[in-house]
């Protein structure tokens, strides 16, 4: 029946296309908010963010929206799709203040006229790019992902890399980890696994394949956190394994069986172990922005030799692994590592904390936090944390949070918005949701990744992973990157210290 309705409009739409919609004249007001989608009532958003769009989300046979800011208005009919250049008038006339949207929608005969809401727009403007890896959750197979990158300005989407170029049937792979120094396009990095594996380091023009394995250290590199300045990437260095749940609400857990620090300096190929006591799980790093400290986290774990085998046992006893966020300082000059040290005892909570991200001034630490374990995007208990670094306070990030999945999360360049993976949605799915965050830490309602059509991601059966901002987009042909992946690695040589 609603599947019917919506047919029915998209045809009243191109019929009317070639008039300007207008508000009715006569209608019955409504106490309630209209049930749109995606929800962007009384959202905050930058003030250079594409146009949000939106349908009813109730069966109706038309709707009008009208957004209105100063003397500047915009109304759609059917959907919600405001023009770009009209929204970009509209926007400027409201920065700083806000766009009032009023919903009416049709039945029969009769309008409705909905309680009207607000679009807040921020002065603070967001990262123009941002990138993500697109990925269907089957669990399985994993051939046809692909890194690809979006223009928050409008819905320019663009991909960086499409993995089907180098995966054959049995001869696949799977690429992760995408990572930028200082939010810079011309910098980057991403690994492959399995056939054609490496990482891939492009520098300024420069593209080479690194071949991270070496006897001295745990696996190649995993999961990276570039120098904001030095070429230096700290890796944690894992080995993973995932099992599936018949009954529990969470589908699958990802292990994390054994894991160390190293660090890679890219100039000169040379590896060397920060962190590899077999008892500790390490994980995540994570720079400050002045490149003085690093942020990591980790769990203790040590092996009952009554047990088969180690992995065996992680997995049995995985509610009780709960993962600390420590740091270590770093001096630039010296390039020597301190001691590390606690920074949240995630587990005197009877939680776990992963993911730590800093904020560009230095003063927020944000995570995920969960019940247990180490990839919090399976976890429907998953939440965002702040802590505030001049005080020590630690608390859920305030309004960023819902009843389901919140996880991966990067800060923009300018620290004022932040992007997660949420499954808010429909608890299968992650989406990209960005937040306004304040000097004092406090967050804005989420909202939804805008698209082109509203009922996109509805209808796009894959999720978004490590949602981080760039500068600009990637100008490397996919292509490009496919003949470096094909072609061999360039060895590393283990040291036992970095040397300026």
């Not at 944690?236 to 054994?258: G, P």
């Not at 009554?306 to 770093?330: D, G």
């Not at 509805?458 to 978004?464: D, V």
Request: net charge negative.
């Amino acid at each position: 029946m609603i599947m019917k309705a919506r047919t029915l409009l998209y045809l009243c739409v191109a019929l009317v296309g070639c008039t300007s919609p207008k508000v009715p004249e006569t209608f019955t007001d409504s106490k309630s908010l209209p049930k749109i989608y995606p929800d962007y009532t009384d959202v905050t958003i930058p003030v250079n963010m594409a146009p949000l769009t939106f349908e009813l989300d109730t069966l109706a046979d038309d709707m009008i929206a009208r957004f209105a800011a100063g003397d500047a208005e915009i109304i759609c009919q059917g959907k919600a799709q405001p023009d770009a250049d009209d929204w970009r008038t509209l926007v400027e006339k409201a920065r700083g203040g806000k766009i009032t949207v009023d919903v009416y929608a049709q039945q029969a005969d009769q309008w409705t006229h909905y309680k009207p809401f607000n679009i807040f727009v921020s002065p603070d403007s967001i990262d123009s790019w941002l990138s993500y890896r697109l990925i269907h959750p089957s669990f399985v197979s994993y051939e046809s992902l692909t890194i690809s990158q979006r223009c928050l300005e409008n819905y320019d989407e663009r991909v960086v890399y499409d993995n089907m170029l180098c995966s054959f049937e049995k001869e696949s792979q799977c690429i992760n980890c995408h990572h930028y120094q200082q939010y810079n396009p011309e910098r980057m990095q991403f690994h492959a696994r399995q056939k054609s594996g490496g990482t891939v380091i492009a520098y300024d023009g420069k593209i080479k394949k690194v071949n991270m394995r070496n006897d001295s250290i745990l696996s190649a590199g995993v999961y990276p956190a570039w120098h904001p300045w030095l070429k230096l990437i700290v890796y944690s260095t894992n080995k993973t394994l995932q099992s599936f749940h018949t009954t529990h609400a969470n589908k699958i857990e990802v292990y994390d069986t054994s894991s160390d620090l190293i660090a890679y300096d890219i100039d000169k190929g040379e590896v060397t172990n920060l962190e590899n006591d077999s008892t500790e799980l390490d994980v995540f790093p994570a720079w400050t922005p002045d490149g003085k400290t690093l942020y990591y986290c980790s769990a203790h774990f040590e092996r009952d030799y009554s047990a088969r085998t180690r992995t065996l046992e992680i997995v049995r006893r995985s509610p009780q692994i709960k993962y600390n966020i420590y740091r270590k300082s770093f001096d630039p000059e010296t390039m020597t590592f301190g001691p590390r040290e606690i920074v949240f005892a995630a587990d005197s909570l009877g939680k776990s904390a992963t993911l730590p991200r800093i904020s560009p001034d230095g003063r927020y630490l944000m995570f995920a936090l969960a019940e247990f374990g180490v990839f919090h995007i399976w976890h429907h208990d998953a939440d965002l944390w702040l802590m505030d670094l001049q005080t020590g306070e630690a608390k859920p990030a305030p309004g960023l949070n819902s009843s389901d999945t919140e996880s991966y999360h990067s800060w923009s360049s300018n620290g004022r918005w932040v992007v997660f993976s949420s499954r808010r949605d429909d608890g299968t799915y992650t989406r990209p949701f960005f937040a306004h965050i304040d000097e004092k830490g406090n967050g804005t309602k989420p909202f939804e990744l805008p698209c082109a059509d509203p009922d996109y991601h509805r209808q796009f059966m894959r999720s978004y992973n490590i949602p981080e901002f760039m500068h600009g987009p990637v100008t490397i042909a996919p292509q490009t990157f496919a003949d470096v992946l094909k072609g061999e690695g360039e060895p590393v040589k283990y040291v036992q210290k970095l040397s300026k």
